[in-house]
């Protein structure tokens, strides 16, 4: 799972799932070098397991819709793999997030586009009037 790919330090909670580009990338070639392939959750649950004996295909996730999902989806593509992006619809086209154009690009890339709740708040710290409103 991941945030960002950002070189610097982030801010807050996202340092912890955040990462340079060049780590990344590199990330990116240890997957392929390990004979896996890069899916998105969905086609791992609807195009089925791998055979026996076949490797397993990873899973990648990014939380938030941060800005640098873009150059990240793009990499994914390359290497013809899919991932999951989680979005808060509050945050799209605010300053160092995605806007609806790149989402609308991700998803042509075979990117699979997700909500992460409306305003990202802690559903367990909530009333299910707001539960329902934040999904």
Not at 37 to 56: D, F, K, M, N, T
Request: proline share 7%; aromatic share 8%; hydrophobic share 40%.
């Amino acid at each position: 799972m991941y945030h960002a790919i950002v070189d610097g330090e982030m801010e807050g909670a996202d340092s912890h799932y955040s990462v340079p580009p060049a780590t990344f990338a590199r990330q990116l070639q240890l997957i392929r070098s390990h004979g896996r392939r890069i899916c998105s959750v969905h086609q791992l649950l609807y195009e089925g397991l791998p055979a026996s004996g076949e490797p397993w295909p990873v899973c990648l996730t990014f939380d938030d819709g941060h800005l640098t999902n873009a150059a990240a989806a793009e990499a994914i593509a390359r290497e013809e793999g899919r991932a999951e992006f989680f979005v808060n619809p509050s945050m799209v086209g605010k300053p160092g997030f995605l806007d609806w154009p790149a989402l609308r690009e991700m998803a042509a890339m075979g990117m699979a586009i997700q909500s992460h709740g409306m305003n990202h708040r802690y559903l367990d710290q909530l009333s299910p009037a707001e539960v329902r409103a934040e999904l």
